[in-house]
């Protein structure tokens, strides 16, 4: 058979997860200065140089990705508080207390909120269906 036939694996190649001979070597040389790197920014960033200390801080704590938001929602149990949810929605990104991206992020959470309130609508409905067949028919008698 052919190397290049169908069927022919073309060999094992590299193990799954193993690193290309340039990663590894990148690798080691990034590992040998790291420490020196580290060290002399964290000494500039002590004598005041604020762009090694938000060198070092980006490093240090990951960004957020997001930010809390506080702003008046009425409490949703059912559907229809959804319509004023999202009324509350709009008007706090129509007067900036929110972001249009801030408020199409809580709009997406309320979405979710009303699948499951519906979700759970239709699950008491359906049981209530179920419980309605298995109930034994009502006797009729004879006239």
Excluded: C
């Excluded at 790197?37 to 140089?49: H, L, M, N, S, Y």
């Excluded at 309130?117 to 009502?138: F, M, N, W």
């Amino acid at each position: 058979m052919g190397k290049y036939e169908n069927g022919h694996p073309g060999g094992p190649g590299r193990p799954k997860g193993s690193r290309n001979k340039s990663s590894l070597w990148f690798d080691s040389i990034g590992g040998e200065g790291t420490e020196q790197a580290i060290k002399a920014i964290t000494e500039k960033a002590g004598k005041g140089d604020t762009h090694a200390a938000s060198i070092l801080l980006a490093r240090t704590w990951a960004r957020r990705r997001g930010r809390p938001v506080e702003f008046d929602l009425p409490p949703i149990e059912k559907p229809a508080d959804l319509v004023q949810a999202h009324a509350a929605l709009v008007a706090a990104v129509s007067r900036g207390e929110l972001t249009p991206d801030e408020g199409a992020d809580v709009s997406a959470l309320l979405e979710n909120q009303r699948r499951a309130i519906e979700t759970h609508d239709h699950e008491i409905r359906l049981q209530a269906i179920e419980d309605e067949l298995r109930a034994p028919a009502p006797q009729r008698s004879a006239a």
